[in-house]
């Protein structure tokens, strides 16, 4: 029975969260409950699972276990397809620390059917939203009846309240008609953060209100409601009536086969879809349940080419479902927005209460807006009293007299499923800039392209179900004249779908397309009815493509297409550097390596330093020179190299320190570094410098403006320049007025920036100093382009080299010495210099004996695997007989706060999930090592805060900003936090106090970027949907580590792993000052194959800043940039132009040969000359090894090595005669000026094999 303040809502579905299951939510524990990280996200399931316990019973079936083994996800629906019924027991969680107003609530008992789920709408219950919810549909909701309680609370309480709530929710689940989505926030087969659909049912019985029990005397207390209502679905193993899809047995699937992606199985909620599965329980309105429904069709058919299945059955299932949605959903789902676009307050209630009287058996009869003028006219005629009671005369006098554009515009945006503020946005005229409305009943996808930078943009899929509804309804109800469209080809409907397409691959990093990837990205999109245009259709599209989309060339002539406001951005960058680049160069006469020497002190005493620091100096003067002169240039360099320190000489200089410096950065994180390492000078973030003007902090959009630019900097530096989208670039030029130098630093080889394009890549190529073909030139210096290419950071390693720097070089663009190969051999014989160490393991449980074990070895505070003291003070902490403290810093007394060793070790990973993502490694050494320190949080008398969030974070946790945030600061007003800043929670404690029965609450976290600021989180900043601020930070991903340096770090390589990439494990390989160690799954050698650069992210991006696109297939098809690789006429991908040419020599003489094969010598050790030539009819076996800069000392030391191997353990001497195993081995060399003689290496081939 409804409470009479309740409203009977129309037919609504729902959305039931559950959490990650390895055997599918049938009421079994886990098979492997520990393994079970994607579960973990969820809150409670975090906060109470054992593993032991529960590993104890793995596998087994609810029913055969005691109540007290049953596991965590329990409450947390982890049996949604459990054949058998069973009870929760649970207690009201104000009960224990409220006694006062809790305290005679008893234990409940909720009982619940076999195959059905708790559900809860948390947002109906939570003050705010229910609110909210009850303004909109006018319900008897009061907030003066919540009970007075001693404590903050964000949830209603009041017995009524809930009740009014709680009915009004549930009165839409109808069974038979409303479907239920179940979905996941985190899974196994992708770290996607978007939802994830498991499958869908029809709601087949809704469970009636059941109120709390009650022990001793209740009589005039506090009364509350038991907020679960149990939903029983139809989904049954046989699939007749719903299905979930069978993503642990594509799981299985991909473990036996390497070469499958499980990403690819996965059926994703719909973009517009994150609220509705939001919150556990949710609506789903009509609109939304035919795009999941889309979405989950979409996949069966993918999983169908895979592993057997009644997949028609699934599919002639959801045909029918949607059958019947598309009725529900009429012609006019947005009307209750487009009211309330209207300025009709209760748009919602007029258009929920024309539903439920007039969508009879499913299907509207009459026409919406006709009933709507109907209702204004005799209200009490066509509504029920309650509607017809909040009808004002006024409104159906406006709309009566609104011209007939915008009436048509009204009813237009009343045909998609908006919500109030998109609805708002596009009817009024001052929302929404140079559009008229004309222009939008003539294009309808208008209202996507012209929404889609906004933080809750209107998608196209919302649209296009509006321009295609049902058959039927399309019959019942058309579209004006103005609107129509003329099939589901239109050029109209295929120019927004190319938007959202081009839109996809600029958040992938491109910045054009070709033509036909967009066409065929239009094909595979998933609509009803879907578009399938062809080439043949560009007559008809290239007269409406444009201003949206222009055409773009790629270097074979084909046509791209791009965004004409990219081509904005790309001609305001091109224009930028080409006019500094020939502008006028600033001049002085100073002795720029004596200013060199000067900062940098005296040389080593030892010769092979001093030959290294000489090549180091050296390059540096002409750098300085070189950024001092030029109007524009690049500082590029791996870490180590200098970089900052050349920036500190040019800073430092009176001409330009006199001018004005600006410094900028992409990121905060980086910002900080950048300001501290660079004296007395103020750092801004790039989004800091450009707001409010050229970027938007709701949308995190870049964009250019005619706003007034900003003077007074004569030089302007952008550091950690490889993470600066095209964007980002654009929009500080567009800012700028006159600066004399703009100098960008980074490091181009590392990741690419996440969004549109590769600017520093794109610079780099485009300003460097020689020409393809040709060795690099030392020093790397020419015309606005400087390189840093001699490692200084790490010194003491002389003419031999470090072999993490050697590994490194191994993941660039740079051809490998002759005798790099090295390295691979000491690696795999465990004999490297000891600055980088690799560590094997197949299971996740030996990855973390494996690290344990590094930790133990290489951080010397811990002394062993259960060192919670060591473990503590290897990150700042301090020891003492009573236990480990974690300090603020304290100037006035010179104490140094534990935050500023915090980055002394680092462990990362590629990847979130897993048993080797951040977040199960993070809680493996939390638990681990921080165990007593949790007990004594969670304890009866804490001193320190309770554990906060998912991931329990205490007092002396090490963590992670994720978040950029003006924050609060103890004594000191409040401060920017950027994200990716890390440090440590160093309060708030009670240690030495008396207890005052009071647990501290705040947690006070001190960043190693901002000693002497303490700032202050509570726990609402720890919320479970998208509102977490901090994070655990012993583990971090390898793209959160970029542009950070520790003193040691701990790097996890899993395989197979889809997301490694080249520059992804050089950026890994480059974050350590001292040491780096390798957790490899699999063998040393396997990393082998990421070298080339058909592994390269930054080679797959289409971009065009300085030249058109030319890109090539590999066998796989991932499309590669030419000018970023090296490939050769048999399609080899090798490493530089000069092993092109000898490649290509050798296959135009006829010579089959081997590009890096592996040849084991008589010792064991594997080495890979560039090419095999192994020729069966004379018996002879040729090495070519093409030797490159051997001016470079290391660079000779390794070949001079390399050699002495060939000739003690090989018995072969350069060109010279066969060995008694019938090898030779030959060598061949650049010119002197770094070219390649293609004709000399062809009579050097026909000499060796007398052609």
């Known amino acids: 029975m409804m409470h009479h303040g309740a409203r009977q809502l129309p037919v609504r579905h729902l959305s039931v969260r559950l959490p990650w299951h390895d ?248 973009e517009e879809g994150f609220e509705s599965f939001s919150n556990v329980s949710e609506h789903v309105d009509h609109d939304l349940a035919i795009a999941s429904l889309l979405s989950l069709a979409d996949k069966v058919r993918f999983i169908a080419k895979h592993i057997p299945g009644a997949w028609d059955r699934h599919l002639e299932w959801i045909s029918e479902r949607l059958s019947e949605l598309w009725h529900l959903r009429g012609a006019f789902p947005g009307l209750s927005s487009a009211l309330h676009a209207f300025e009709i307050r209760y748009g919602t209630l007029l258009a929920m209460d024309l539903a439920q009287r007039y969508c009879i058996s499913g299907r509207w009869t009459d026409d919406p807006w006709a009933l709507v003028s109907r209702a204004f006219e005799n209200p009490r005629a066509v509504l029920s009293p309650q509607a017809a009671s909040q009808v004002q005369a006024l409104d159906g006098k406006r709309l009566a007299v609104l011209q007939s554009e915008r009436m048509d515009l009204l009813k237009l945006l009343s045909r998609f499923s908006l919500t109030i503020g998109q609805a708002s946005r596009f009817f009024n005229t001052d929302s929404r800039e140079d559009i008229t409305d004309q222009e939008i009943l003539c294009n309808p996808y208008r209202l996507f392209e012209i929404d889609r930078h906004r933080l809750e943009a209107v998608t196209v899929g919302t649209i296009d179900r509006g321009m295609f509804p049902d058959q039927s309804v399309r019959e019942a109800f058309p579209l004006p004249e103005i609107s129509r469209l003329e099939g589901d080809q239109d050029p109209r409907r295929v120019r927004g779908l190319a938007v959202h397409v081009l839109a996809d691959a600029e958040a992938k990093g491109h910045t054009l397309l070709p033509v036909n990837q967009v066409l065929q990205g239009i094909r595979e999109l998933e609509l009803d009815p879907p578009c399938h245009p062809t080439q043949d259709l560009l007559p008809l599209l290239d007269p409406v493509m444009t201003p949206e989309i222009v055409d773009a060339s790629l270097s074979d002539g084909a046509r791209g297409w791009q965004f004409g406001e990219r081509r904005k951005i790309d001609d305001l960058l091109r224009r930028e550097v080409s006019q500094r680049r020939k502008g006028r160069r600033h001049e002085t006469d100073r002795a720029w390596r004596e200013l060199v020497n000067q900062s940098l002190g005296d040389m080593p005493k030892d010769h092979d330093e001093a030959v290294v620091e000489e090549l180091a100096r050296t390059e540096k003067a002409d750098a300085l020179k070189e950024l001092f002169s030029a109007r524009f240039s690049l500082l590029l360099g791996p870490a180590g190299t200098g970089k900052t320190r050349l920036l500190q000489m040019l800073c430092d200089l009176p001409e330009v320190s006199g001018d004005g410096i600006l410094l900028l950065a992409p990121t905060g994180k980086a910002r900080v570094q950048m300001q501290r390492n660079i004296e007395g000078l103020k750092a801004l973030t790039i989004a800091q410098f450009l707001l409010p003007d050229r970027f938007d902090p709701e949308t995190q959009q870049y964009h250019l403006s005619n706003s007034p630019k900003v003077e007074g900097a004569g030089t302007v530096i952008i550091d950690e320049a490889s993470m600066v989208t095209e964007d980002m670039l654009a929009a500080v030029f567009n800012a700028l007025k006159g600066p004399k130098r703009i100098v960008l630093v980074g490091d181009h080889r590392q990741l690419p920036p996440i969004g549109a394009g590769r600017p520093l890549v794109d610079l780099a190529r485009a300003l460097r100093p020689w020409e393809d073909g040709r060795e690099p030139p030392f020093p790397r210096v020419g015309a606005g382009y400087t390189e840093l290419t001699v490692h200084r950071r790490q010194t003491g390693q002389g003419k031999e080299g470090r072999d993490d720097l050697l590994l490194a070089s191994w993941f660039t663009d740079e051809p490998p010495d002759a005798g790099a190969d090295e390295i691979w051999a000491r690696l795999a014989l465990g004999e490297t210099d000891g600055h980088v160490e690799v560590r094997r393991w197949q299971t996740d449980e030996e990855l973390k004996d494996q690290l344990l074990e590094a930790l133990v070895r290489h951080v010397p505070e811990i002394e062993h695997q259960d060192d919670e003291r060591g473990f503590g003070i290897s990150l700042g902490g301090e020891g003492t007989d009573k236990g480990v403290f974690f300090n603020a810093t304290w100037a006035e007394q010179s104490r140094i706060g534990s935050a500023a060793r915090c980055e002394n070790w680092q462990i990362l990973t590629p990847v979130r999930g897993k048993g080797h993502g951040v977040e199960e490694l993070n809680r493996f050494l939390h638990e681990r090592f921080r165990k007593q320190a949790l007990k004594w949080a969670e304890g009866p008398w804490p001193r320190t805060p309770r554990p906060n969030g998912a991931e329990r974070i205490i007092y002396g946790d090490k963590i992670i900003s994720t978040a950029n945030k003006t924050r609060h600061v103890l004594g000191r007003g409040k401060k920017l936090v950027s994200n990716g800043e890390i440090g440590i929670v160093v309060g708030q404690s009670k240690f030495g106090k008396k207890w005052d029965g009071k647990t501290p609450e705040r947690l006070d976290v001190e960043f190693r970027t901002q000693p002497g600021n303490t700032f202050v989180y509570w726990p609402g900043d720890f919320g479970d949907d998208g509102t977490i601020t901090l994070e655990l930070a ?178 072969l001497e350069p060109d010279g005669p066969e060995n008694k195993r019938g090898e030779r081995l030959v060598t061949s060399e650049n010119r002197q000026d770094g070219a390649i003689d293609s004709a000399k290496i062809r009579q050097q081939i026909r000499d060796v094999f007398d052609l």
Not at 186 to 196: F, Q, S
Not at 203 to 229: C, F, H, M, N, P
Request: proline residues 5%; hydrophobic residues 40%.
């Open 23 to 270: 055997s599918g939510w049938t009421g079994t524990v886990c098979k492997a409950p520990s393994k079970n990280s994607w579960c973990m996200v969820l809150k409670r399931i975090r906060e109470e699972r054992q593993d032991a316990a529960e590993e104890a019973v793995a596998g087994r079936a609810w029913s055969d276990v005691k109540e007290t083994q049953l596991p965590a996800c329990l409450t947390e629906r982890g049996a949604a397809l459990n054949v058998n019924a069973y009870s929760l027991r649970s207690h009201h969680p104000f009960a224990a620390s409220s006694p006062e107003t809790h305290g005679h609530f008893a234990e409940n008992e909720f009982r619940l059917l076999p195959y059905s789920v708790q559900t809860i709408p948390f947002r109906w219950t939570r003050k705010d939203d229910a609110q909210a919810i009850a303004n909109e549909l006018a319900l008897p909701f009061d907030l003066a009846r919540e009970p007075q309680l001693a404590f903050a609370t964000v949830w209603v309480n009041d017995f009524v309240n809930q009740q009014i709530m709680l009915d009004t929710f549930f009165s839409a689940l109808v069974p038979e008609k409303s479907l239920v989505f179940l979905y996941a926030k985190r899974t196994p087969l992708t770290d996607d953060p978007r939802r994830v659909l498991v499958g869908v049912g029809r709601i087949t019985s809704v469970g009636s209100a059941q109120e709390s029990a009650y022990g001793g005397d209740a009589v005039g207390k506090l009364r509350g409601l038991i907020w679960e209502r149990s939903v029983s679905h139809s989904i049954r193993p046989d699939g007749f009536d719903g299905f979930v899809l069978p993503y642990q047995e594509l799981l299985a699937l991909a473990e036996r086969d390497g070469t499958i992606d499980p990403s690819e199985f996965v059926a994703f909620v719909p």
């Open 1034 to 1211: 012993y583990t971090l991903t390898v793209h959160k580590s970029q542009g950070s340096q520790f003193d040691q770090v701990f790097v996890v390589i899993p395989q197979p792993c889809f997301i490694l990439s080249r520059e992804l494990l050089y950026t890994a390989l480059t974050r350590q000052v001292e040491r780096v160690v390798l957790f490899v799954q699999g063998q040393a050698s396997d990393l082998r194959a990421y070298t080339s650069s058909k592994y390269s992210e930054v080679a797959r991006r289409y971009t065009n800043l300085f030249a058109d696109p030319d890109m090539l297939a590999d066998p796989s098809g991932t499309f590669l940039e030419r000018r970023l690789i090296h490939r050769t006429a048999r399609g080899e991908l090798v490493r530089s132009i000069s092993e092109v040419v000898v490649a290509d020599a050798l296959n135009a003489e006829d010579i089959d040969y081997h590009y890096e094969k592996a040849l084991r010598g008589d010792d064991g050790v594997e080495r890979y000359p560039d090419f095999t030539a192994e020729n069966s009819a004379t018996g002879v076996t040729v090495y070519w090894e093409h030797l490159g800069m051997l001016s470079d000392p290391t660079y000779k030391n390794r070949w001079e090595k390399k050699l002495e191997w060939y000739k003690n353990v090989m018995c």
